[in-house]
């Protein structure tokens, strides 16, 4: 059975001293929990400073992007490899954020996977449509791109979590009902399965749904059987919050 995972996306968020502060309050508020998973997503330079703090305890650490190559003269980015050592065990690929500002491509994260995965990491593959493709009913053949384009060099033996995350609820406040988000991560599950050789495996993946997630309406959504958890971003920088959100009752 899928584990629920609760995972913070801190984007441009909490240097060090405060990603310090914010971990020693997470972990006073929760407590280990078979059922649930957390992980959070760092600035790459705040990393190094809380893996002490969280290493051995129910609190997983990831990278919020990394480059497709394992060095070189690649002027500020960083490699996988570079993120095992500071303690990650995910990394984030294909958020809208570098998708849409930095101009990624599904091409560009189907070579990141390939070598997140060779690094013993576990690619969070991040996938979701506009709100243009929404009104044209385009949802879908979005998602199947991403996913058949993103996959492509994916090894469907190795782990692998996805992240539903319509662009048009990222930040604005709007929220996909309930039944929209199900629909959407049923449609992910089925792709994945055609992806991954069946529907078996597809059925041992985690998806997520990101998109303005707060206490107030993830419980909700929790009730969902493709629901497996949440991709949080503004409400994952306040410990209690995010707490909250991680510990609706299953």
């Known amino acids: 059975m899928r584990k629920k995972l609760f995972a913070a996306n801190w984007k441009m968020n909490l240097g060090p001293k405060e990603g310090v502060q914010f971990c ?17 997503f760092p600035p790459s330079i705040t990393l190094s400073s809380i893996y002490p703090i969280l290493k051995g305890s129910p609190v997983k650490l990831g990278g919020q992007n990394c480059y497709f190559e394992e060095k070189g003269a690649f002027t500020g980015e960083i490699s996988p490899g570079m993120y095992r050592e500071c303690g990650a065990t995910y990394i ?23 070598l997140i995965s060779e690094n013993g990491i576990i ?10 493709e929404r009104d044209e009913n385009q949802t879908q053949d979005v998602l199947k791109r991403q996913l058949n384009e993103g996959l492509r060099f994916w090894n469907p033996s190795t782990p692998l979590t996805i992240a539903y995350e319509p662009v048009w609820a990222i930040g ?3 929220v996909a009902t309930p039944n929209m988000a199900e629909e959407a991560h049923l449609e992910i599950r089925k ?6 050789g069946g529907a078996n495996r597809a059925a041992e ?18 009730a969902f059987p493709n629901i497996d958890g949440f991709l949080v971003g ?3 920088l306040v410990p209690k919050t995010f707490a909250q959100i991680g510990q609706i009752p299953l």
């Open 172 to 174: 604005t406040g709007k």
């Open 123 to 132: 690619p969070m593959l991040c996938v979701g449509e506009t709100q243009m």
């Open 191 to 196: 792709i994945l399965g055609q992806i991954a």
């Open 92 to 114: 984030l690929v294909g958020h809208s954020e570098r998708r849409q500002i930095f101009g990624e491509s599904d091409q560009i994260c189907s070579r990141k996977i390939k």
């Open 24 to 40: 020693r309050d997470f972990l006073n508020l929760i407590s280990p929990d078979a059922q649930r998973e957390w992980v959070i």
């Open 234 to 236: 503004g409400a994952s």
């Open 205 to 222: 993946i985690q998806i997520l749904y990101g998109g303005s997630v707060k206490p107030e309406n993830s419980r909700e959504m929790m």
